[in-house]
């Protein structure tokens, strides 16, 4: 049976000397994976610069439960890019933040929420104009949401440090070495509950700038079974730097 859904492309496969597995996180069935024969063919209806990380599609699918693999009958960009293939600083952004995706949601069943949360974010991060070099840490801070693990922004004026495994702030420093200090707290708070169109407004140094994106990055590997080290994030800190 034909389905039509949306999907964002998370990983892509070689399979055989044409033909790959991606899975994509989609609409209306979640974390799934299609195989693609002939990409690489000259008149291949579905081509490999339709299946980059992040790329954000409109399909229809074969769709049969239980399947390990599915298949696709039609598959379009929708929308299509105007900036993250061609501004380094944004395809470098996207790879960085699909491997956190990608090792996040994988055995994530249908969710509308999250898939709306990621698809509008990743839509309004390529529209955006000007310096977004804030936009990775805001994004991951943001979906932590959808993923079960938000932050707690209650706060009391004695309260100085936010403990990264509890998820919430502290009077005391925790026996465990997963805290922030008031400082990086605040920032980290921040970066969570204003807008993507605000938070250019926060200027931040380079180094502080990592420092955040590493006790992010501690917060996702003490809330997410499984998830392992993440790579991708040295080549976007050389960008930014």
């Known amino acids: 049976m034909l389905h039509k859904t949306r999907g964002i492309v998370l990983k892509t496969t070689l399979y055989s000397e044409s033909s790959v597995v991606v899975q994509m996180f989609t609409e209306k069935f979640g974390m799934q994976s299609y195989l693609i024969n002939g990409v690489k063919k000259p008149r291949a209806k579905i081509r490999m610069n339709m299946l980059q990380p992040l790329h954000l599609v409109d399909m229809v699918v074969y769709h ?7 298949r696709i009958s039609e598959l379009r960009p929708a929308p299509i890019f105007r900036n993250i293939p061609y501004d380094i600083l944004k395809s470098t952004m996207a790879m960085f933040l699909n491997e956190v995706l990608y090792k996040s949601i994988r055995q994530q069943m249908t969710d509308e929420y ?16 000007g310096s977004n070099v804030n936009f990775h840490l805001a994004f991951l801070l943001k979906l932590s949401r959808y993923l079960g693990f938000a932050p707690s922004t209650q706060t009391k004026s004695d309260q100085s440090y936010f403990d990264l ?8 420093p925790p026996v465990h070495p ?3 200090d008031k ?4 920032l980290f708070i921040s970066l969570y509950i204003l807008p993507f169109e605000k938070i250019i407004e926060i200027k931040l140094a380079n180094k502080t700038r990592r ?19 993440i790579r991708s994030h040295q080549v976007l800190e050389d960008i930014l730097s």
Do not use: M, P
């Not at 999250?114 to 991060?125: K, Q, R």
């Open 211 to 229: 420092r955040i994106l590493d006790k992010i990055l501690i917060y996702y590997t003490l809330h997410t079974a499984s998830f392992g080290e």
């Open 114 to 129: 999250l898939f709306d949360f990621i698809f509008n974010a990743v839509c309004w991060f390529d529209e955006s104009q």
């Open 183 to 186: 400082e990086d707290a605040s």
């Open 165 to 172: 495994q509890e998820g919430e702030f502290k009077s005391l």
């Open 178 to 180: 997963y805290f922030i």
């Open 64 to 70: 049969k439960v239980n399947s390990s693999i599915q």
